[in-house]
């Protein structure tokens, strides 16, 4: 029954009365609830979780809604906290036949999980906080969720809610945006979540691409870990997308400037460099000059005499000094001699001994020349 302030003259347990506080005591409330004596509301009955005093929660003249939960002729026990329940119960089954996401503040951190206050008492356990594995909760204290509930049980006073289920649906909203809206060719900014032995897995913003290792970078690759670390932000160009099996495949190497980009202010005709053969043709040697840029010795510039193949002056791997001949940017052409190296010591060595004879025969002429002028 409900009361209107008037008089009463019987009250029972069970009944849903409203009455006016008149003292605040550390651990109980007086109530003028229109009976020959004023009800008590105990410390424990005024709130679902733990409170220290009273007057935390309630001040005098304040009206409160209460259940009648023990009736003496000279005391009446009185619960806010029933009151609460009750309604929460209902509300919390609506949400939860619903699906409703709803907010609320973590009010306590216990072994296990988060306890918040939802007109009951709600425990979210700790494998439903995140989709990840939290070792810490002591920031959560006072913080504020997005949950739903995910069990309910009146009989066992069971309220247990998940915030993870909120982060995995809105994870899948966000990728079926995603998968909807992204394009073959389109560029796109993504963390590296995790490395394999064939490549890289990149997060988009809620679904994961691939980039395989052959894709990381123009050069050949051998590892992942070589090129990428987990964490790392990085661009990358949509290949192809299965909208049903959400596949994506992504490059890196589309969008990073490829060796030979530029290769003219690094590498001019007449340079001496250091390559490596990396491969033996009939028509000559491929070097390896820098990542992925290759130049190629003539077969006609491998020895300054005459050799059938290259095999017979050159090993795959060999270090070798070249000399730059011409550099094509855009044909990606660089030619290349040895021979020219040859020639050109050989031309320094003629020289430097045409010199050093030079000065032989001015040496003798003066020697001769002060002989010759004691006799005269």
């Excluded at 605040?24 to 709130?47: H, M, R, T």
């Excluded at 009750?86 to 988060?114: H, M, N, P, R, S």
């Excluded at 040697?285 to 193949?309: K, Y």
Aim: proline residues 2%; negative net charge; glycine residues 6%.
């Amino acid at each position: 029954m409900d009361n209107t302030n008037n008089e009463m003259t019987s009250i029972e347990v069970g009944d849903i009365i409203t009455g006016t506080v008149v003292k605040v005591e550390e651990k109980q409330v007086f109530v003028d609830i229109g009976y020959k004596v004023e009800g008590i509301v105990p410390i424990s009955e005024l709130a679902n979780l733990h409170v220290e005093q009273a007057s935390d929660v309630v001040k005098e003249e304040e009206e409160m809604t209460l259940k009648v939960t023990k009736v003496e002729d000279d005391e009446v026990i009185l619960s806010k906290k029933a009151v609460d329940a009750d309604k929460a119960w209902e509300d919390l089954q609506e949400k939860y036949d619903q699906g409703t996401v709803f907010e609320t503040e973590i009010k306590e951190i216990v072994k296990g999980g988060l306890v918040v206050d939802v007109g009951l008492r709600g425990f979210i356990p700790a494998s439903l906080v995140e989709t990840y594995f939290v070792e810490d909760f002591s920031d959560y204290k006072d913080k504020v969720l997005k949950v739903k509930v995910v069990d309910l049980n009146k009989e066992q006073n069971r309220v247990i809610l998940s915030h993870r289920a909120v982060v995995e649906e809105e994870n899948d909203q966000r990728k079926q945006e995603l998968l909807e809206t992204i394009e073959e060719g389109q560029v796109l900014e993504g963390v590296v979540q995790r490395l394999t032995n064939f490549g890289a897995f990149v997060d988009l913003g809620g679904v994961d691409g691939l980039v395989h290792i052959s894709q990381l970078a123009h050069e050949h690759v051998d590892k992942a870990s070589d090129v990428v670390s987990e964490g790392d932000t990085i661009e990358v160009e949509v290949l192809s997308i299965d909208r049903d099996s959400e596949r994506i495949s992504l490059s890196r190497k589309k969008v990073i400037p490829g060796p030979w980009e530029n290769i003219s202010e690094k590498i001019s005709p007449g340079d001496i460099l250091d390559g490596v053969v990396k491969r033996l043709v009939n028509f000559g040697a491929f070097v390896e000059l820098l990542p992925g840029v290759e130049g190629l010795v003539h077969v006609s510039q491998i020895a300054n005499r005459h050799i059938g193949t290259p095999e017979e002056v050159l090993e795959v791997n060999e270090t070798v000094k070249v000399k730059v001949l011409s550099v094509d940017e855009d044909e990606e052409r660089i030619s290349l001699s040895i021979k020219e190296i040859a020639d050109d010591e050989e031309a320094e060595e003629v020289k430097q001994y045409e010199k050093n004879e030079d000065q032989s025969s001015f040496q003798f002429g003066d020697i001769i020349g002060d002989k010759l002028n004691k006799y005269k």
